[in-house]
């Protein structure tokens, strides 16, 4: 049984008492403090799991909304140059890091990313298996209940990441892309998560434009989800580069699908986007193996009962009403492992488990123009 004892202390009669208030700086210092008996991540990876009575992932969130805090006071103080604020505060939060959690993982403590981009700062916060990012920008008028223009900073944005509960090692970049013609920021975000048991890589691509019109907006303009691929062999490798230079940018990415032969994503594919305008067009989408993207598709939108969709990957609609009639649920890649046939020709055969699909490049679109199933045993 615990029993609590709740003590009462009494101003003294006509004297006010006032409870000191701590800095956002000050805060972020005891956050780090609480935390400083944790391990320095979730999965135990750098140093065995240290007994820890509380949770991380909370405490994590009130560090960075300490630094998020933190930050904009030193914007928003009288006569301060911003970049020279931004940078002086993010540097005095990391030295304190550095005092508080001497024996962590360099990688592990707190420390940080910034991007300029005129008039915005984009900062990622990088604490022990977290990542995450904050954008700050002044917007033109001013939030309710304030009324007219504004001129402070604020924190007008932050990752998708923020508010989840974290399952493993997160990692965040950012980048700066080409404005459109209207010159507006913006910039580009890389997220994946590690998880902590089998080691699948989620990852996420996403673009972003500031407005800082009315109370401003922090809008998406591209967002692309997939998995990192691990084991980039042949005759399935990765496709494609990471280019987030000029009008044209490419993100690569890979999927899991039924054609997946083990844990690994087989399908990779990469995309292209022109930014040269004010609205954002996605351009074209390249695969390692266009044909078995056609297997993954059809098991997908078969398996869906989806004939519309399944009929855009075939070569008649009778092959496309027999895979949505007969299609079996739950079909998972080559339980043998065995490898695909490589790509010869305009014609191939794909099997998948008593599964086969004769496939024929017509108009440079590989289509389904025969589906067979093995007898029932």
């Known amino acids: 049984m615990i029993s609590l004892a709740v003590c009462f202390v009494f101003p003294a009669q006509g004297r006010s008492q006032r409870v000191p208030q701590r800095s956002p700086a000050q805060n972020f210092e005891a956050t780090l403090t ?31 909304q300490d630094a998020d805090e933190a930050i904009l006071g030193a914007l928003n103080s009288t006569g301060a140059d911003p970049a020279t604020a931004i940078t002086t505060t993010l540097e005095s939060l990391r030295t304190t890091a550095e005092r508080v959690n001497p024996d962590w993982p360099v990688a592990r403590r707190f420390h940080y990313d910034l991007l300029t981009i005129k008039p915005v700062f ?149 995309d292209t986007y022109d930014l040269s305008g004010d609205v954002v067009r996605f351009v074209s989408t390249e695969t390692n193996r266009p044909d078995l993207d056609t297997v993954a598709k059809v098991v997908q939108y078969a398996d869906a009962r989806d004939y519309e969709a399944v009929l855009a990957y075939s070569a008649s609609a009778q092959v496309a009403r027999q895979m949505v009639s007969d299609m079996p649920p739950g079909v998972v890649g080559n339980a043998s492992g065995e490898d695909y046939p490589p790509i010869r020709g305009d014609h191939q055969t794909i099997n998948i488990e008593g599964l086969h699909f004769d496939l024929e490049k017509q108009d440079g679109r590989w289509l389904v123009v025969r589906f067979t199933l093995d007898p029932a045993q």
């Open 122 to 270: 984009v900062v990622v916060y990088h604490f022990r298996s977290r990542s995450t990012w904050s954008v700050f920008a002044v917007p033109a008028e001013a939030s309710w209940p304030k009324k007219g223009k504004n001129a402070e900073w604020k924190q007008v944005g932050e990752d998708d990441f923020r508010w989840q509960d974290p399952k493993g090692d997160q990692r965040v970049e950012v980048y700066s892309i080409q404005r459109g013609t209207s010159g507006l920021a913006r910039f580009l975000s890389r997220s994946d998560e590690i998880s902590c048991g089998d080691g699948i890589t989620g990852l996420i691509w996403e673009a972003y434009e500031w407005n800082p019109s009315d109370i401003g907006s922090l809008d998406t303009v591209i967002e692309r989800t997939g998995v990192e691929k691990r084991d980039d062999d042949p005759p399935y490798k990765a496709i494609g580069k990471l280019r987030a230079t000029g009008p044209t940018i490419t993100l690569p990415y890979c999927e899991n699908s039924a054609v997946d032969l083990y844990v690994d994503a087989l399908l990779c594919s990469v």
């Open 34 to 64: 609480v935390l400083a008996s944790a391990s320095p991540d979730d999965c135990g990876w750098d140093q065995p799991t240290r007994k820890f009575n509380g949770d991380t992932s909370k405490l994590e969130d009130q560090l960075f």
